[in-house]
Antibody
Framework: EVQLVESGGGLVQPGGSLRLSCAASGFTFSSYEMNWVRQAPGKGLEWVSYISSSGSTIYYADSVKGRFTISRDNAKNSLYLQMNSLRAEDTAVYYC???????????WGQGTLVTVSS | QSALTQPRSVSGSPGQSVTISCTGTSSDVGGYNYVSWYQQHPGKAPKLMIYDVSKRPSGVPDRFSGSKSGNTASLTISGLQAEDEADYYCCSYAGSYYVVFGGGTKLTVL
């Protein structure tokens, strides 16, 4: 059974940093492209970042470019999102998700809540 | 890139059919056959219902179907059931590896 479990969320002050993790199991993680998608409280979904199966290709949404860094460790079956210079508008539940095709995400974790507030 | 446009809400009675529209531009919905639809129940993670405009993942009932015409994609749910009540989001590839979601539609089963 495919499982994605996010962790690392919490309360952080504006300008602070946080590192999210996504532990994968039940599938060959190294063969899958991965994404982070977020959802602000009571709002819609927003794509955040993509990483290829090898980690060699990476893309970001304009809203996080230069502040967030996606990475993966295929040996540890893990995906990461390093978030720096956090802003109030980054407050959201962050989901990791496997990619089925361009813009389609077939397996999702349960999400981890990031709250940016003083 | 702007969000795709969806109606805020739609409703239907059990057994009926409903269609949710998703309007974009020639740079996203109209330019690629990479539209997907997600169902999200309160407090839960999104679930993929349709991908590549009209393909259904394994396990998704064939009551759910997707289509596209020009810059507008549509999700049709036939034979509405109580458990279909949820938020639905469309999503499209927009080139240069950019992905844009719609604002979401709340489906109420009357």
């Amino acid at each position: 059974e495919v499982q994605l479990v996010e962790s690392g969320g919490g309360l952080v002050q504006p300008g602070g940093s946080l590192r999210l993790s996504c532990a994968a199991s039940g599938f060959t993680f190294s063969s899958y492209e991965m994404n982070w998608v977020r959802q602000a409280p009571g709002k819609g979904l927003e794509w955040v970042s993509y990483i290829s199966s090898s980690g060699s290709t990476i893309y970001y949404a304009d809203s996080v470019k230069g502040r967030f860094t996606i990475s993966r460790d295929n040996a540890k079956n893990s995906l990461y999102l390093q978030m720096n210079s956090l802003r109030a508008e980054d407050t959201a539940v962050y989901y990791c998700a496997t990619q089925l095709s361009y813009g389609s995400f077939d397996y999702w974790g349960q999400g981890t809540l990031v709250t940016v507030s003083s | 890139q702007s969000a795709l446009t969806q109606p805020r809400s739609v409703s239907g009675s059990p057994g009926q059919s409903v269609t949710i529209s998703c309007t974009g531009t020639s740079s996203d919905v109209g330019g690629y056959n990479y539209v997907s639809w997600y169902q999200q129940h309160p407090g839960k993670a999104p679930k993929l219902m349709i991908y590549d405009v009209s393909k259904r993942p394994s396990g998704v009932p064939d009551r759910f179907s997707g289509s596209k015409s020009g810059n507008t994609a549509s999700l049709t749910i036939s034979g509405l059931q109580a458990e279909d009540e949820a938020d639905y989001y469309c999503c499209s590839y927009a080139g240069s590896y950019y992905v844009v979601f719609g604002g979401g539609t709340k489906l109420t089963v009357l």
